[in-house]
């Protein structure tokens, strides 16, 4: 016996652990809670550095963890609420809500990207830590993209929604990274790193915002055929 097939075998020992095995909708919901439990920390920490230092860029960014956490929750929720016979009603409401959200993200993201800029803020890591982060920030953006695909298979407006969040947040985690990267490794002349970031931040303002309006159109659309509830899709 394979060490794959002996872990597999101890992970199934136990209920939750089965779910995680077999059924693909609960495997995505229980990542996206707990990128929620980190998304709320975040929002917490940044939220009570902006109250202490009475900062408009920590309180832009407790904003943004803020956004983010409301729509993986009202994601959760749904997932919680609905379980095996979700209301395909439910997750069209979701669908909306969070491309409303998204709209709005698109306009906090583009007020840290002017606070990053005119302030230049920007933390510097030696260059081990940022080729760690850097490898870690592509394969999280990869993921991302391919799980966007794959989820096309499959016409469940929720697991939709929890992979657009997903792309949402891997963008705006490539701008910071760019940022990261430029001030770190120091290859290029401030003038060009500053065009760059902006066009960068433009970029993903706009396919954030993009992504937004896609995600609110195609909550609104209620397709005839029913959603597959399979979970083990």
Known sequence: ?????????????????????????????????????????????????????????????????????????????????????????????VRKLSGILLILLSVVLTGVTYLSLSQNIVRKYDKITMITIATYIFYKATMAVIHAVQSRKHPAPLLAVIRTIGCAEAAASVLTLQRSMLVSFGTMGSTDAHRMNLLTGVAVCLFVFVLGIATAARGRKRKEQPVCQNQNL
């Open 1 to 93: 016996m394979s060490l794959k097939q002996t872990i597999m075998e101890r992970i199934e020992t136990h209920a939750i652990g089965t779910r995680i095995v077999r059924e693909r909708r609960y495997r995505i919901v229980l990542t996206a809670a707990f990128s929620l439990s980190l998304n709320l920390l975040y929002a917490f920490y940044h939220g009570a550095l902006g109250i202490v230092r009475q900062s408009l860029w920590f309180t832009t960014m407790c904003a943004y963890y803020t956004i983010l956490g409301t729509m993986r929750f009202s994601a959760v929720l749904c997932a919680h609420r609905t379980r095996s016979t979700s209301s395909v009603d439910t997750e069209y409401f």
